[in-house]
């Protein structure tokens, strides 16, 4: 039976500072290092093992990774690492802090942003500091200016149709280290969540979560492991 397991990067230093993060690229705090060596530890104690591990190209993701294997005594494992599982492009938010985002658009606006399932935010305006269009990691790619759910959902799924799902169907146990938004779209997906309710679904740091699954990947079973 094939199992998949979640986790979403440990507390980023932009977790912290309550600042919209999306792609650009920011570390660890140390409480993010703890869960992701607590995820690690509980990983290893539950008896859970793998064959592949999938990542994005942000520090944060593959970071938290690799401190869970290292937990795990599994850092040898094979890993790929994927611009198509970075989290949401908060476009002309990124770097803000979403209190005062909220003080100067209102809460109603933000939330609109932040939670629908179709609509994105202000685009990244031209020569902005967090322009990525440079960044070596995405040569050839072309970089979104912003990213509504939906649109993060659009570039997840074919990754997951022709790399993940082939793995498992294969008979590897998966592990994939993500963000909040690329891992809803995997969640919707295999749970088959409605648009209108995917965007309330909040999932922790550092929390790994294990989907049991039949031999056609349909969920039968979707739990956080620390409640087992």
């Known amino acids: 039976m094939p199992r998949l397991v979640l986790v979403r990067h440990g507390q980023s230093a932009w977790n912290l500072e309550n600042r919209f993060t999306g792609w650009w690229d920011v570390d660890l705090t140390p409480q993010g290092e703890a869960e992701a060596q607590a ?44 611009w198509r599982l970075n989290e949401r492009h908060y476009g002309g ?25 179709d609509i994105p935010p202000p685009p990244l305006p031209p020569g902005s500091e967090y322009d990525l269009a440079r960044d070596r990691r995405y040569a050839g790619i072309e970089v979104p ?32 280290s993500a963000h909040g938004n690329s891992l809803r779209a ?17 999932i922790p740091t550092g929390q790994p979560i294990v989907y049991e699954l039949d031999d056609d990947l349909n969920a039968i079973e979707r739990y956080y492991l620390k409640d087992r």
């Open 39 to 82: 995820a690690g530890a509980l990983l290893a104690a539950k008896g859970l093992d793998f064959d592949l591990c999938f990542t994005s190209l942000q520090t944060r993701a593959i970071r938290t990774l690799h401190i869970a294997l290292r937990a795990m005594g599994r850092l040898w494992l094979p890993e790929e690492k994927d």
């Open 93 to 117: 938010l990124t770097g803000l802090n979403k209190a005062e985002t909220a003080a100067r658009h209102g809460d109603e606006q933000v939330k609109i942003w932040r939670r629908s399932f």
């Open 145 to 176: 200016a912003t990213e509504s759910l939906k649109d993060t959902i659009a570039r997840v799924l074919p990754y997951w149709d022709t790399r993940i799902a082939p793995a498992l169907k294969s008979g590897e146990r998966v592990l994939i």
């Open 186 to 202: 995997l969640v919707k997906h295999l749970s088959r969540i409605p648009d209108d309710e995917i965007t309330s679904l909040e």
